[in-house]
């Protein structure tokens, strides 16, 4: 599966450019994390990947075909969570998944059931109710549904937020395996759920792509410009984009992202985050 993005930009009714002018390829096998600020475009970008929504320029191809007349085949290789994802709260995880399975016309539908609800754990869950389960647990039916079918691409919009740190890791692994043959885009703005599993990161802000590339590259983007300094006044914050401050006995331990770090500050190895902050903080300067 190949998916290549020329020149998308898209502009809701409203007036709102949402996509300004993206190029983008992504090629299995290969777990893509989308990092952006709220707003950024994330999920208006999933929304043209899976034909919810068509572009307003440029175009989408699909293993070489423009995504509008591929779109059949593309919908039956694809397993999609929006980031508004509504449950069926009166149906058992089962008779859901049940139903999703009717949706896209699987032949075999109790054997595929039994797959996904395996893959996600929760077949101790299988006959409750889904107003009965935790939002991890919900979370969980929602990514079920999602790989009904074993697509060969997969789009999770914001699958971890409202989860705990146990669940989040839990789902990262359950990606990564996931992600072993085929296409996974996810998208985020935790930036753990990117570092321990994806193998490229495309950074979009404001409608548009600053950074594509592994966690690697992105790190080293930042180097030189992460600093750690004791404040010992307000004034030697100013101009810098603190991604840290601790109280401690020593003064106030600060840790700060610029084009240029003043002297006074201890040059220190970028983490992703940094490096993400930096970017963005960047960014927002222009
Ligand atoms: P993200 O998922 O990164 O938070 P979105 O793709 O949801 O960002 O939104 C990108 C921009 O487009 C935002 O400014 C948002 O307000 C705007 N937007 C999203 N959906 C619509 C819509 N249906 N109509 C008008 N503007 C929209
Ligand atoms: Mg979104």
Redo the contacts with the bound molecule.
Sequence with gaps: MELKIQNVTMT???G?Q??KGLNLELKSPSLIGLL????????????LLVTALLPTGGCILADGKPLARAERTLKANLGYLP?DFGLFDELSVTQFLDYMAALKGLPNPKAAIQEVIAAVNLEEKAKAKIRTLSGGQRQRVGIAQALLGDPSLLIF??PTVGLDPEERIHFRNLFSRTAQNRLVLL?THIIEDVQSVCDQIVV?HR?QILFTGTPEELIQSAAGHVGAFYAQEAAQERGLHITARVNTGKGVRCRAVADVLPAFAQVEEPTLEDAYLYLISREAAR
Aim: glycine share 16%; no cysteine; proline share 8%.
């Design positions: 809701y009714p409203s709102k949402a996509l952006g600020p709220n707003g950024a475009g994330k999920s208006t970008l999933m929304k980031q919009d914001e998208s979009i409608g």
